[in-house]
């Protein structure tokens, strides 16, 4: 039996990963919501309380770490999460595989590779690499087993992401878009089935565990190029995009919160953002959704 924490689209895509192999899921939210499939139980619960996840837990040989707190209320709300989800693997004996990111990282030089060493230049960065410093202590001591898994901004079903809030919806709409971004730079884009494949790789080798692994993800497209693919598979006119000057974004993070979020992660926008996912691909045998069909598996969960 597996447990995924998070029913959000990552956490969905976890769960009809396992149902498609037969497993038997429990699925932990909140609100108790989530895709209705065979062999799936809906249970909702706080996950910071690790005496009551530890008891939904008991039995399960993985636990997946694929929910969140609310964007702007990280550094307040992934701490006793990140310790419940510990405390929990260690209790149950459960496997922890935690869906992580990039911010850990910082801002790169080059290609973002595994062996490149955390060094967040963001208060959102900093929660991340805290998160997983935790738990890969707790495995070197012999308390838990874990391993983490680490993509770029998502696409596909549901993905919710910088481009999908602030891109996407305009580029459809054949609107005038304003990004707070350099439209030019590669940027690397992941796809939410990639990252579900990837940490039921994982799951099933032991040999993979204590340790970072970036999901398997095609090469990169900039900001301008992926909304030129967009428009054209949902037969729309081009993108009308322009570049938002960093100091407009900081002004306008004055008053919005979604604004405020993005603006200590701009270095992913204004410069060259890519992953050399290539150890993962040929570790686990798997070849990236092309970034195409993640592109209409969003704009067909969008249309919905």
């Not at 609310?70 to 459960?94: K, N, Q």
């Not at 496997?95 to 030089?109: E, K, S, V």
């Not at 306008?252 to 890519?274: H, S, T």
Request: charged share 20%; aromatic share 6%.
């Amino acid at each position: 039996m597996r447990v995924v924490v998070g029913g959000g689209p990552v956490g969905t895509a976890v769960t009809r990963a396992l149902v498609d192999r037969g497993e038997e899921v429990k699925l932990v939210t909140r609100s108790g919501s989530g895709p209705d499939l065979p062999g799936v139980e809906k249970v909702a619960a706080d996950a910071t309380n690790a005496e009551v996840l530890s008891k939904i837990a008991t039995g399960a040989d993985t636990l997946f770490s694929c929910g969140g707190p609310a964007y702007d209320r990280w550094p307040v709300d992934w701490p006793p999460l990140g310790a419940s989800l510990i405390e929990t693997a260690e209790t149950t004996g459960a496997l922890l595989l935690t869906t992580g990111n990039l911010y850990a990282y910082g801002a790169p030089t080059g290609p973002m590779k595994e062996q490149d060493p955390d060094r967040p230049n963001s208060v959102k960065g900093e929660v991340r690499a805290k998160l997983w410093a935790d738990a890969l202590a707790a495995h070197q001591a012999g308390r838990i087993r874990t391993a983490e898994v680490r993509g770029s901004d998502y696409l596909g079903a549901g993905a919710n992401s910088f481009y999908t809030i602030a891109v996407l919806p305009g580029v459809l709409a054949g609107k005038k878009t304003a990004v707070p971004a350099d439209l030019d730079v590669p940027h690397s884009w992941t796809s939410i089935n990639d990252v579900a494949a990837t940490m039921v790789a994982i799951a099933g080798n032991d040999q993979t565990w204590g340790r970072t692994w970036l999901v398997p993800t095609p090469a990169p497209l900039s900001i301008r190029e992926l909304s030129t693919r967009a428009a054209a598979l949902a037969g729309v006119q081009a993108p009308r995009l322009s570049s938002l000057p960093p100091a407009v974004l900081w002004l306008a993070g004055l008053f919005d919160k979604q604004a405020k979020g993005i603006r200590e992660l701009q270095y992913q926008f204004r410069k060259p953002f890519v992953v050399d996912s290539s150890q993962a691909e040929q570790t686990f045998g798997i070849e990236p959704v092309p970034t195409d069909r993640a592109l209409e598996e969003t704009i067909s969960s969008i249309a919905r």
